[in-house]
């Protein structure tokens, strides 16, 4: 591999000829790359840290469960697809795996979003009744509605896999995406069972987590003193950050991509903006692998579970080498 005089990348091929390949593709190839090892990484560190901590696993646990599931997921079936397309600037492996690729990118997508909706419905509930919380709120309730989620995700975004028009590779993007400009019906319907829902819902539950919050720092004498002092407990759990720092950084990282789609689809143009689409698309990939930092920076139990999951690595290796001396 070596630079031809235009500034192109020249791969050579047995021996007999080369592939030309701009310099931007193979940086945008080695992002595409980069991006899927970190979220592969990031999530099993945070799937291994959940399932080995000792003790009664947390409510907030299973929703951060089901979005690390989603986004290993993404970056061992989706991503990969799309680093070898980024060089050469064209997909290569078929019609059905676009549209597969494109299905699951949109049931991933799906299921995160309506996870982040459940768990701001969790925290509503936390300071709406913080007596009872534990009794509304249990483990078996909230398997329930991760299993609805998924479910829901899979069924709305099935159409495509039914004979309706698939997804298309785009080349800006570099990535297959469901053809939302030619099922205008549908993908009005799958905004308001999606989008719809899912904002309302986190915006008022988290307007009311915050106006909570206010009261109880400005009006706590007027308040009965039991609930006041569950409703103070409830308020210093770091699952509330955890969980609003997600919902914001969640749609921070997508409005883009979002917006720009939605004025694609009224103006009936695409923007012809270079890397704009594979800069958009991407950043809201990222997502999938900054929330080890997230849960790194505001909540202390995650840092401590992933303290024990280290320390109980270090264990095991060195027992596997005590024992291996021994013998």
């Not at 829901?152 to 298309?168: D, I, K, N, R, T």
């Not at 569950?230 to 509330?240: F, G, Q, R, V, Y």
């Amino acid at each position: 591999m070596f630079f031809n005089k235009d500034g192109n990348i020249v791969i050579v091929d047995d021996g007999i000829g080369g592939i030309e390949i701009p310099v931007e593709h193979l940086i945008q190839a080695i992002i595409v790359l980069s991006v899927g090892v970190l979220v592969i990484i990031t999530n099993v560190i945070i799937i291994a840290t959940f399932i080995t901590a000792p003790g009664p696993r947390e409510v907030l646990t299973y929703y951060l469960l089901s979005l690390a599931v989603a986004d290993l997921l993404a970056g061992v079936l989706v991503v990969p697809l799309s680093v070898y397309p980024t060089l050469v600037h064209h997909w290569m492996y078929g019609d059905v795996l676009c549209k597969a690729s494109g299905y699951l990118g949109a049931v991933l997508w799906t299921a995160s979003i309506y996870t982040l909706m459940w768990m701001s419905v969790d925290r509503y509930v936390a300071v709406r009744k913080p007596i009872r919380y534990e009794v509304i709120q249990t483990r078996t309730r909230i398997q329930c509605w991760v299993a609805v989620s998924w479910i829901s995700a899979l069924m709305l975004c099935c159409p495509p896999l039914l004979g309706f028009p698939g997804a298309s590779y785009d080349k800006e993007a570099a990535v297959c995406l469901l053809k939302w400009n030619v099922m205008p019906a549908y993908a009005a319907t799958l905004a308001s069972l999606v989008l719809g829902p899912t904002i309302t819902t986190m915006a008022y539950t988290y307007y009311f987590i915050f106006a909570a919050m206010k009261k109880l720092k400005s009006d706590i004498t007027g308040m009965d003193k039991e609930y006041a002092s569950a409703l103070t407990e409830t308020l210093a759990n770091p699952a509330h950050l955890t969980s609003f720092i997600l919902v914001v950084f969640f749609w921070v990282t997508w409005l883009p991509f979002l917006l720009i789609t939605f004025l694609e689809y009224l103006a009936q143009w695409k923007i012809q903006i270079q890397f704009l689409h594979f800069t958009v698309f991407w950043m809201g990939m990222c997502n999938s692998f900054w929330k080890l930092l997230i849960y790194l920076a505001v909540n202390k139990n995650f840092r401590f579970q992933l303290r024990i999951f280290c320390l109980s690595l270090c264990c095991r290796t060195k027992n596997r080498l005590i024992v291996q001396h021994g013998d």
